[in-house]
């Protein structure tokens, strides 16, 4: 008999084929969580150019429209050192004073949009510390990415994937809610949009779930194009997201999109099967060759692997040593650092982050 692992099973049923690529295009939509819950803020969060708005103008543009309009932007614009117009303050009168006080209303430009959360909730000049809290909220949210990897080789990959997936559609909707209602101050809005930013990225730590699905789902000589699927499915997404953007250039009914997108994904990943892979080291057997079946049969090649899941579930070996001797985390470091090749990829990867 062959040596005992995962891999092995692989080679009597096929690494690749139709049920797989069919699993593989289901999995890789998860990629559209982290796309539209990061690249969307790109243009829901868009700052475009903007100035105070002039006093005694009621209907004041950021475009000029006429001459006696550039004549009161001009006593009322203070310029800059650099004899650029200063975006934050207005004079106090309009005599020439060099008196400055900080403007309370801003005009934008609906050059590239029509409206955003910035012209919206005016996160400009002292309210742009905002738009750097929600952007910070972000990116300690997508620190749950080692979280999700450790329960989801607890709990299933599947299964946390799911879990993950549901609870980012419902902060989706609250979210393009908060965004489309009027029914709370300014104030406490700006603040629960901060604690959605938080919960909305954490909840979008699926990427490394899907690599690792789609990885688990075919064998060793193929995993470079399974994961590429995710990969490939990340950037298209991001380019779809873009386009509608494009289109969509009201930041209001762009978060309406996406929430309807993220929605859509928990609908039919239940059709997804666990990891055969978890499933043989959890003592599953019955589970897993249910799955590996279906992929056998798709790619019609004979069931021989019984066997072999039965040596791999008795042992439990696969990347790890038996369940009944866990390595510890200083013993995992020391492995870790003793592989230079291991250390140097590591190396690149945070270099590319």
Same mark, same amino acid.
């Given at each position: 008999?062959?040596?005992?692992?995962?891999?092995?099973?692989?080679?009597?049923?096929?690494?690749?084929?139709?049920?797989?690529?069919?699993?593989?295009?289901?999995?890789?939509?998860?990629?559209?969580?982290?796309?539209?819950?990061?690249?969307?803020?790109?243009?829901?969060?868009?700052?475009?150019?903007?100035?105070?708005?002039?006093?005694?103008?009621?209907?004041?543009?950021?475009?000029?429209?006429?001459?006696?309009?550039?004549?009161?932007?001009?006593? /009322?614009?203070?310029?800059?050192?650099?004899?650029?117009?200063?975006?934050?303050?207005?004079?106090?009168?309009?005599?020439?004073?060099?008196?400055?006080?900080?403007?309370?209303?801003?005009?934008?430009?609906?050059?590239?949009?029509?409206?955003?959360?910035?012209?919206?909730?005016?996160?400009?000049?002292?309210?742009?510390?905002?738009?750097?809290?929600?952007?910070?909220?972000?990116?300690?949210?997508?620190?749950?990415?080692?979280?999700?990897?450790?329960?989801?080789?607890?709990?299933?990959?599947?299964?946390?994937?799911?879990?993950?997936?549901?609870?980012?559609?419902?902060?989706?909707?609250?979210?393009?809610?908060?965004?489309?209602?009027?029914?709370?101050?300014?104030?406490?809005?700006?603040?629960?949009?901060?604690?959605?930013?938080?919960?909305?990225?954490?909840?979008?730590?699926? /990427?490394?779930?899907?690599?690792?699905?789609?990885?688990?789902?075919?064998?060793?000589?193929?995993?470079?194009?399974?994961?590429?699927?995710?990969?490939?499915?990340?950037?298209?997404?991001?380019?779809?997201?873009?386009?509608?953007?494009?289109?969509?250039?009201?930041?209001?009914?762009?978060?309406?999109?996406?929430?309807?997108?993220?929605?859509?994904?928990?609908?039919?990943?239940?059709?997804?099967?666990?990891?055969?892979?978890?499933?043989?080291?959890?003592?599953?057997?019955?589970?897993?060759?249910?799955?590996?079946?279906?992929?056998?049969?798709?790619?019609?090649?004979?069931?021989?692997?019984?066997?072999?899941?039965?040596?791999?579930?008795?042992?439990?070996?696969?990347?790890?040593?038996?369940?009944?001797?866990?390595?510890?985390?200083?013993?995992?470091?020391?492995?870790?650092?003793?592989?230079?090749?291991?250390?140097?990829?590591?190396?690149?990867?945070?270099?590319?982050?």
């Amino acid at each position: 008999m062959k040596s005992l692992r995962h891999e092995n099973i692989y080679e009597d049923i096929g690494e690749i084929g139709p049920y797989q690529i069919f699993l593989f295009a289901l999995v890789s939509t998860l990629a559209a969580v982290p796309a539209l819950t990061g690249y969307g803020f790109v243009f829901i969060g868009a700052t475009p150019d903007y100035r105070c708005k002039i006093p005694i103008l009621q209907h004041d543009t950021f475009s000029i429209q006429n001459q006696s309009h550039y004549e009161s932007f001009v006593k /009322y614009m203070p310029r800059t050192r650099d004899r650029i117009f200063n975006k934050c303050n207005l004079k106090v009168n309009s005599s020439g004073s060099e008196e400055y006080a900080a403007c309370t209303e801003w005009v934008y430009s609906t050059e590239q949009y029509d409206s955003t959360l910035v012209t919206e909730w005016n996160l400009v000049c002292s309210n742009y510390h905002y738009k750097g809290l929600y952007l910070n909220m972000h990116f300690i949210g997508t620190c749950g990415v080692v979280l999700s990897g450790i329960l989801s080789d607890r709990f299933g990959r599947k299964k946390i994937a799911y879990i993950l997936l549901s609870l980012n559609a419902i902060f989706a909707v609250l979210s393009a809610i908060l965004l489309n209602t009027n029914s709370f101050d300014l104030d406490i809005k700006r603040s629960l949009f901060a604690i959605l930013k938080l919960l909305y990225a954490f909840t979008s730590n699926v /990427y490394s779930i899907a690599i690792t699905l789609v990885i688990e789902l075919t064998g060793p000589n193929r995993r470079i194009l399974a994961s590429n699927f995710v990969a490939i499915s990340f950037v298209l997404i991001s380019i779809v997201l873009a386009s509608v953007a494009y289109f969509l250039r009201n930041f209001q009914m762009l978060s309406v999109f996406i929430a309807c997108v993220t929605c859509l994904i928990p609908t039919y990943f239940w059709i997804v099967p666990e990891s055969p892979r978890w499933l043989i080291l959890q003592k599953r057997k019955t589970e897993a060759l249910r799955i590996l079946s279906k992929i056998s049969k798709s790619n019609k090649k004979p069931m021989n692997f019984v066997e072999e899941i039965e040596s791999l579930q008795n042992s439990a070996i696969s990347l790890y040593r038996t369940t009944d001797e866990k390595l510890e985390f200083l013993e995992l470091i020391k492995f870790f650092l003793k592989k230079r090749l291991y250390v140097f990829r590591t190396f690149i990867l945070v270099i590319n982050w």
